[in-house]
């Protein structure tokens, strides 16, 4: 059963009407994408610091939890809704779509902030904090396309140095 107090909290910002909604930050803030000669990137913005806590699956997959929690937390000042941004494929990077879950009950202890990522094709990835302590960076390594017939064989890469940290 969900946290009663959270039940309240939600009950309590439909009665006090819209005007309090309004008041509350989103917590995405943008997303930009980036390719270098090995890896692409997909750096999340927040709109106030986060910490980068963990992440499943560790490498690789369709979809991808990332669970940071958030610095000077004030709830009060956050919006407890969902929150969606997409990235568009390119040649190099898959489409994303990247939704920022609201907390399932107000004990982060138990239940960290946490972002889905759900890619359209399984990727191999790396996850780190960014250097600005408002962002999440997904590195991809970059993959050549196939121009190829499709019966062609396909030459195995060799093994990349993941990015600097």
Do not use: C
């Amino acid at each position: 059963m969900k946290s009663p107090l959270l039940g309240l909290t939600l009950l309590f910002m439909v009665i006090a009407g819209p005007g309090i909604v309004s008041a509350q930050e989103v917590l995405l803030d943008d997303v930009e994408t980036a390719v270098e000669p090995e890896w692409a990137e997909i750096r999340i913005h927040f709109t106030m610091p986060v910490n980068y806590v963990s992440h499943f699956p560790q490498e690789h997959g369709q979809l991808l939890k990332i669970f940071v929690n958030i610095a000077a937390l004030d709830l009060q000042d956050i919006s407890l809704r969902q929150e969606t941004r997409h990235v568009s494929a390119t040649p190099v990077l898959p489409a994303a779509t990247i939704t920022f879950d609201p907390p399932v009950s107000l004990n982060l202890q138990r239940d960290p902030w946490s972002l889905t990522v759900r890619f359209n094709r399984d990727v191999n990835y790396n996850v780190r904090p960014g250097d600005d302590n408002r962002s999440i960076v997904i590195y991809l390594p970059v993959v050549p396309v196939e121009t190829g017939p499709a019966n062609a064989p396909r030459n195995t890469p060799a093994a990349k140095s993941n990015p600097a940290k």
